[in-house]
């Protein structure tokens, strides 16, 4: 894929593709932790009392807002190197406004640690995100559970595989599979909204530090599993070159950021029976009266 100019940005009549490239390739990652994030916050809180609930959903929605649209397309998707992002690129960038010594040589030891960090996320957040998604099967049908693992390594083995043809056709093919998962997203939690309109109280800060004020110990623990939300992130601007800030900007404010708040903030209340599964099993009933196995993977309505 040709590299954007990211002084004046693509041309209007490439950006909404580029964009749907960018959701195939930077937001994979990201658009599928409300999986297994919601999962670990609500098990490192201990509870699914309405007050740890909405204080766990206010930390991560919160986290989302600040982390990822603040810093990340704020703030950094503006720092390019030459048209060029990722730690290495940023490294460059501060070299030259030292003047060398031991300044220089800080910067240098940040950027190693900064790509092992990198290089160790790469790793691990594939793993995580591709159960959790496979997941889904066994509580849509748990007769499936055997296959999950296996699943699971095939998805892994063959994305790797695909990783040689290049970003821009990796974004061709899984753009409009990632669109449809955002908008299914969007649509489950806005559905569960419209049933619950009283989670919305869930977006307020207040719910956040309240939840950090009573219990610090828990909050400070539950924080390490909040930081599952914006795994992928850092995708944002390692792939700054090959897609461009207006095209990554839009997909998220446009799309990603509304939907990956929408599951996370449309919380009905959780019983210990639904914990294990917080995304799949509390997405909206079928207009039927009983959940619908394929999308809605919950339990049975009373």
């Given at each position: 894929?040709?590299?954007?100019?990211?002084?004046?940005?693509?041309?209007?009549?490439?950006?909404?593709?580029?964009?749907?490239?960018?959701?195939?390739?930077?937001?994979?990652?990201?658009?599928t932790?409300?999986?297994?994030?919601?999962?670990?916050?609500?098990?490192?809180?201990?509870?699914?009392?309405?007050?740890?609930?909405?204080?766990?959903?206010?930390?991560a929605?919160?986290?989302?807002?600040?982390?990822?649209?603040?810093?990340?397309?704020?703030?950094?998707?503006?720092?390019?190197?030459?048209?060029?992002?990722?730690?290495?690129?940023?490294?460059?960038?501060?070299?030259?406004?030292?003047?060398?010594g031991?300044?220089?040589?800080?910067?240098?030891?940040?950027?190693?640690?900064?790509?092992?960090?990198?290089?160790?996320?790469?790793?691990?957040?594939?793993?995580?995100?591709?159960?959790?998604?496979?997941?889904g099967?066994?509580v849509?049908a748990?007769?499936?559970?055997?296959?999950?693992?296996?699943?699971?390594?095939?998805?892994?083995v063959?994305?790797?595989?695909?990783?040689?043809?290049g970003?821009?056709?990796?974004?061709?093919?899984?753009?409009?599979?990632?669109?449809?998962?955002?908008?299914?997203?969007?649509?489950?939690?806005?559905?569960?909204?419209?049933?619950?309109?009283?989670?919305?109280?869930?977006?307020?800060?207040?719910?956040?530090?309240?939840?950090?004020?009573?219990?610090?110990?828990?909050?400070?623990?539950?924080?390490?599993a909040?930081?599952?939300?914006?795994?992928?992130?850092?995708?944002?601007?390692?792939?700054?070159?090959?897609?461009?800030?207006?095209?990554?900007?839009?997909?998220?404010?446009?799309?990603?950021?509304?939907?990956?708040?929408?599951?996370?903030?449309?919380?009905?209340?959780?019983?210990?029976?639904?914990?294990?599964r917080?995304?799949?099993?509390?997405?909206?009933?079928?207009?039927?009266?009983?959940?619908?196995?394929?999308?809605?993977?919950?339990?049975?309505?009373?």
């Amino acid at each position: 894929m040709d590299k954007p100019d990211s002084a004046t940005g693509s041309s209007r009549a490439v950006v909404a593709p580029l964009a749907l490239g960018a959701l195939g390739v930077v937001f994979g990652d990201i658009g599928t932790s409300p999986l297994y994030a919601l999962r670990s916050i609500l098990s490192e809180a201990g509870s699914t009392a309405r007050v740890d609930v909405y204080g766990v959903t206010s930390l991560a929605v919160w986290a989302l807002v600040v982390i990822v649209g603040t810093l990340h397309v704020g703030v950094l998707l503006s720092a390019d190197n030459d048209g060029e992002g990722g730690i290495l690129a940023l490294a460059s960038l501060l070299r030259r406004g030292t003047s060398g010594g031991r300044l220089a040589g800080a910067v240098v030891v940040t950027a190693m640690v900064g790509a092992a960090l990198f290089l160790g996320d790469s790793i691990l957040t594939p793993a995580i995100s591709v159960l959790a998604a496979s997941e889904g099967l066994e509580v849509a049908a748990p007769s499936f559970a055997h296959v999950v693992l296996p699943l699971a390594l095939l998805i892994l083995v063959g994305v790797f595989v695909l990783q040689q043809v290049g970003s821009g056709k990796i974004g061709v093919a899984y753009g409009p599979v990632m669109l449809v998962w955002f908008l299914v997203l969007g649509v489950g939690g806005a559905a569960s909204v419209v049933q619950e309109p009283g989670v919305l109280e869930a977006l307020s800060p207040t719910w956040a530090v309240r939840f950090l004020v009573d219990d610090p110990l828990t909050g400070f623990l539950t924080l390490g599993a909040v930081v599952l939300v914006v795994t992928g992130a850092e995708a944002l601007y390692t792939d700054l070159g090959h897609f461009g800030r207006r095209p990554i900007a839009l997909a998220w404010w446009a799309l990603v950021s509304r939907a990956s708040c929408s599951p996370t903030s449309a919380r009905r209340p959780l019983s210990p029976a639904t914990r294990p599964r917080p995304a799949t099993r509390s997405m909206p009933w079928c207009p039927r009266g009983r959940p619908c196995r394929s999308w809605c993977w919950g339990p049975a309505p009373p």
